[in-house]
């Protein structure tokens, strides 16, 4: 019995797999000493636990919190069920939260919201005071008709009198403020109920959103007031990489950054949502509206805030104007299309048309004044919207705008900061507008941040290696590293490298590859005992193989297809028992969706699915390549890693326990042991780690069917005899 076995009162089950009960000692250890970890585990192998329950044991011995963060809507739901088994084990206060978006009750901005909870926290404090004056006032005049110094509970009578009339005054004023009655009810109310319910078991948002709805509270504010000191907290990704999100996130849970124990899971989409909190983006459409703005101000300064973002403005207006080409204008869509702006040696083509179009006497000069303009329109704006004036609270344009001008001439020209100009067409009066936007390239700027303060971090995930990857891209500091693969039976399944034609980009319509992949296809899907998942590298792929598998008509065709919910589809699909789903490795359906037992036997990854290399792409490459010293290390951190892992996820959507029996094909030879001699560098075989290499079954694609029908046979897949070859 380990000596750190004390945490296993928090594992709700019989016992752990072999591996489980060994990361779990490792992560207590190194968590005992404010380690943060990397934990690679294969998908169903019960990662959540196995951080979770060693987590929960050093945060009750040494009186901290843990927060476990996903950015996966399935993964939430699996948190709350995981943490409900925890709790029929061991006494554990665990809250579910989520932002105020998906909670309020009547629906209104962070900022509105903000104002109703003072307005109705000045009120409610008023009437407070109202009822105590009165009831001093009472106590004074019985004083004053009872006893022998009744002049003096008079005088004191008489001043509480005074202060009660400037108490009803003032309340007066106040009853014609924007309030929140969810909220006053929070105040008012007996709440007590509300928190034993809270606690007697593990809450989802949504059931306390109902439970509230009911009884005219609001729930988030309870929640926030609730979760202070708790044992456990499951929320989504940004209440930890938002920074100022994380500070007010610690406040509400009283705890300082030390104290906290961070886990987060799908640990591999860390580097792009640290991106997407990072940057910073500004809309033509907000700078319109500052304009707008300054021409309604008489203030003197209005002028100078005028002269530095209307040449802002224009300047980005001309900047994506003189970027189209004969026919490009009319081809812009309703989604946010980037226009090259960076050159290699100089500035961004929009800041050089901006110092260009800027005739005033000093950028920074006339940038302050719109910011301290700006600064006191918010107040006003805050103002009317307090006093009831206004039926919404308004968000200072100017304010805005100026923030993000004087970002881009500041820190456009930082490490890591890439400089972007991007387009879309409005649906509604179908014009063309455009953005400008600081991307943020090293994701590490925002996490290292992150895992300097808290106590330690956990990062799982089943596709984290290359370790040393992970540790660079985030700004790790020696964490400790653990590796565990499947440990179902290896007999339940097979991985191929099937050495069809490499599917390059240039070889994609050659009639002969395509006739090759297609029959390849239909040879998998025939012999599968059961549902096929095809994953391609883009929905355009996948509808062109889909329309070939159907013309063979082998299975029902279930095609994904880009902006339709998926939910529908999967369900459909998992009732089938003889279906093949295609769709995009880079869709939703190729991580934090399971496909258990019978629902696919199969998966299919047809070619590498390197993503669209654009010029966002090319600036991380060359941010990784001035931050990390070795050869072609911006492809490799930034393009061929995060493409393996990818794969490596949709590889991961069968074989969920012990009794699946799957298998898991790469069609591109590309994935092949051989490919390394002959494709050179084009060979992504040496980026899956070694024992998914070793694995890894070299085999011609006339050969598929064959290996597929004997496994399948071998096992009793088959309802019947196995399908003719």
Known sequence: MSETAGY???????????????????IYNALVRDQDVLFEGACGTGKTLSSLVPALEVAREQDKTVVITTNVHQQMRQ??????????????????????GSMCHIDVG????????????????AERDREQLERRQRELLAE????????????????????????????????????????????????????AWLFDDVRTPEEIYEYAEQREFCGYELLKEGIEGVDLVVCNYHHLLDSTIREQFFRWLGRDPEDVIAVFDEAHNVEDAAREHATRTCSERTFDSALDELADSDDPRAEDATNVLSAFHRALVETYEDSFRF??????????????????DRRDELTLEFLQRYSGQGIDDDLEAAMALGQELDEEYEEAYREGETATRTECQTLQAAGFVGAWMDEGTKEGLYPVVSVTRDAGTDEIYGRAELYTCLPRQVTGRLFEEVSATILMSATLQPFDVTEDVLGLEDPITMAYGLEFPEEHRRTYAVETPPLFSSDREDPAV???????????????????????????EASRYAERLERR????????????????????????????LCTSLWGTLAEGVSFDGDHARTVLVVGVPY??????????????????????????YAVEIPTVRKTRQALGRVLRSPEDIAVRALLDRRYSKDAKSDLGKYSVNGTFPHEEREELLDIEPSKLKFAMRNFYGDHGAYDGDPPAP
Request: glycine share 6%.
């Open 514 to 540: 395509q006739e090759t992949v297609a029959e390849t296809l239909d040879d998998a899907v025939r012999m599968t005992a059961g549902n096929t998942l095809a994953f391609f590298p883009n929905y355009g």
């Open 144 to 195: 004053s008709q009872e006893g022998s110094d009744g002049g003096s509970a008079a005088d004191a009578r008489s001043a509480v009198m005074d202060e009660l009339e400037s108490i009803e005054d003032r309340l007066e004023d106040l009853e014609e403020q924007n309030v929140c009655d969810y909220y006053r009810n929070n105040l008012t109310g007996d709440t007590d109920d509300f928190f």
């Open 79 to 100: 948190f709350v069920e995981e943490a409900r088994e925890i709790t029929l084990e061991e006494s554990i206060r665990a809250v579910v939260f989520k932002g105020k």
């Open 8 to 26: 296993m009162r928090f594992f709700p089950y019989e016992r752990p797999y072999e591996n489980q009960r060994e990361a779990m000692d490792r």
């Open 327 to 344: 026919g490009e204008r009319e081809r812009i869509g309703e989604s946010w299309a980037d226009v090259p702006i960076a050159n290699e």
């Open 553 to 580: 008509e082998s299975a029902t065709v279930y095609l994904d297809e880009p902006g339709v919910a998926v939910e529908e589809l999967r369900r459909e699909f998992v009732e089938d028992d003889d279906g093949v």
């Open 110 to 125: 962070y900022e509105e919201c903000q104002t109703l909870r003072d307005n109705t926290r000045a009120v409610v404090d």
């Open 611 to 636: 993503p669209h290399l654009d010029d966002r792409a090319e600036a991380v490459q060359e941010a990784y390549d001035a931050a990390f010293e070795g050869t072609d290390t911006g492809w490799r």
